[in-house]
């Protein structure tokens, strides 16, 4: 656990500091969100983000190479630096696409490459265990497709939910971090090497998450554009792929105090970036149904996404970037802590914390937030003011 932890701070630090570097170089090359009529910030905010929590990723893969205990478990680091070519693949694009404006089809043309990299390198499902221990094998070609779906669709849908300061990288932030339990809590329990390829991506991508908040919480000095939002997604996605072939049918069989787990964690790395996503995908969906019926691009940007609505039922930037970590923590460790615990404690803990997150979401628009009232400039229904932290339009250019 020590290592881990040096992973995820010499993450966080590097990624902390090279936001500054970033900064520069999208200051210099034109990456900024231009100020228009529409936006409420004041000056330009700088874009590539996403190259300083790559440098936070890399640097934290290179540490790991040099601890007493990470460093003699090599096949697993293979799969990491695998994940992490790819990311510098996808995170290439998308410096190319913060600067140029890349058309939609090239920028998914650079993400399916992206994903043939993780393919090639041998991270993709090939088979998922049953509960009974029984194996459901997938030939390559099948196994290639549902990564490429999985990956393609945590990308895209980290991409979409860009839009407050903070709230990409928080949402990913809690959810690498309940990964990693995950990852850890099935070492520990089933008593198995605990240096795997999941716990050491999850540890450095939520550092990485963690330093660039300092800088992207509102009101935000830096965005992490579509470099940021891209990679992140992807380690994620790869991340979760990692663990089917890195733990035996009984390990994740096995549950706390030696009781059977659930389906749950056979099934976690297929659905834990889909169910953590959940929200933002079906408002994905939502807004590709809303924009077509209404004769419009589904890349058009509006004002109607779910950030928004809580903007207008009365939460203050932060306060909405908030309930949306909570909700994205509680179906994160909510799926991990239910998938290998057992017992009505666990029920009745995941019972209040939903209950608290109801209560917050909804009861907190009452309660008044004088420093963000006065921060917050008063939009009007004629001329919705997009908020700031958002990229120009509501959703990154060329993606949903």
């Known amino acids: 656990m020590r290592e881990y932890l040096v992973v995820f701070l010499v993450a966080a630090i590097v990624t902390h500091l090279l936001t500054v570097v970033a900064r520069e170089i999208a200051l210099r090359t034109g990456a900024v969100a231009k100020v228009r009529d529409r936006d409420v910030h004041a000056e330009p905010i700088p874009y590539l983000g996403g190259l300083a929590m790559l440098g936070g990723l890399w640097a934290a893969y290179l540490v790991a190479q040099q601890l007493p205990f990470l460093s003699t478990r090599n096949p697993f680091s293979d799969d990491a630096l695998s994940v992490l070519v790819a990311g510098t693949l996808v995170c290439a694009v998308g410096v190319v696409d913060d600067i140029f404006d890349l058309d939609a089809l090239t920028k998914f043309g650079g993400q399916v490459l992206a994903v043939g990299v993780l393919v090639y390198a041998g991270i993709q499902f090939k088979y998922f265990y049953q509960a009974t221990g029984e194996v459901f094998s997938l030939d390559l070609a099948q196994g290639a497709l549902l990564t490429a779906f999985v990956v ?54 939520a550092g990485a998450c963690v330093g660039f908040l300092v800088h992207n919480f509102h009101p935000a000095r830096l965005f992490m554009g579509d470099s940021g939002s ?22 994740l069989a096995q549950g706390a105090d030696g009781t059977r787990s659930s389906l749950l964690p056979v099934l976690l790395p297929f659905a834990l970036p889909i169910l953590i996503l959940i929200v933002p995908l079906g408002d994905l969906v939502l807004a590709v149904v809303r924009r077509t019926r209404a004769g419009r691009s589904p890349f058009a940007p509006d004002k109607q996404h779910l950030h928004h609505r809580l903007l207008e039922i009365g939460h203050s930037h932060r306060r909405a970037v908030i309930i949306m970590w909570l909700w994205a923590g509680l179906i994160a460790f909510g799926v991990v802590l239910a998938s290998v615990f057992t017992g009505p404690a666990v029920w009745a803990a995941l019972g209040v914390s939903l209950l608290v997150t109801l209560a917050l979401t909804f009861a907190l628009p009452h309660v008044n937030d004088p420093a963000e009232a006065s921060k917050d400039p008063v939009v009007t229904p004629k001329e919705p003011v997009e908020e700031p932290g958002t990229a120009p339009d509501s959703e990154p250019s060329g993606t949903l």
């Not at 992140?232 to 390990?251: N, R, W, Y």
Request: net charge negative; hydrophobic share 60%.
């Open 230 to 251: 891209m990679l992140i997604g992807l380690v994620l996605s790869a991340t979760a792929i990692t663990i089917t072939t890195q733990f035996a049918p009984g390990d």
């Open 152 to 205: 393609l669709a945590t990308v895209n849908a980290v991409n979409f939910i860009d839009g407050l300061d903070g709230l990409a990288a928080g949402v990913i932030g809690i959810s690498a971090s309940a990964f990693f339990l995950f990852c850890y809590a099935l070492s520990v329990l089933n008593d198995v090497s605990r240096a795997t390829t999941g716990a050491l991506l999850s540890a450095a991508l």
